[in-house]
């Protein structure tokens, strides 16, 4: 099944994002390898492709997971909680309907 995770930033978290993308990106990029993601990207904080020095404030990763408890415990592993630029994390079961 499909779930939707959504990682809220912290203040000023563009530091925080710099540091700990590498080990971010590895995880999404297993995501896709293994044929799982469907997509996943930032949320800017300001109505821009690139918001600057605004950052962002969060970001959506919708990927097929067996279960739930799977699906929270691969987020509760994820680099940017870890790593303090989300402050929290939530996950949530999501139905593909378009396209």
């Known amino acids: 099944m ?23 990106l590895q995880r999404l990029h297993e995501l896709r390898d293994q044929g799982r993601l469907i997509l996943a ?12 020095p605004a950052g962002f404030t969060g ?16 987020a509760d592993a994820e680099p940017y909680l870890i790593g303090g630029v989300y402050t929290q994390v939530s996950v949530r079961p999501f139905k593909k309907v378009l396209p």
């Open 59 to 74: 970001s959506v990763i919708i990927a097929e997971f067996p279960s739930l408890a799977d699906a929270q415990s691969w």
């Open 2 to 24: 499909l779930y939707i995770i959504i990682g809220e930033d912290c203040q000023d978290s563009l530091s925080k994002r710099a540091a700990n993308r590498p080990a971010h």
């Open 41 to 52: 990207g930032p949320m800017p904080a300001v109505d821009a492709v690139d918001p600057g």
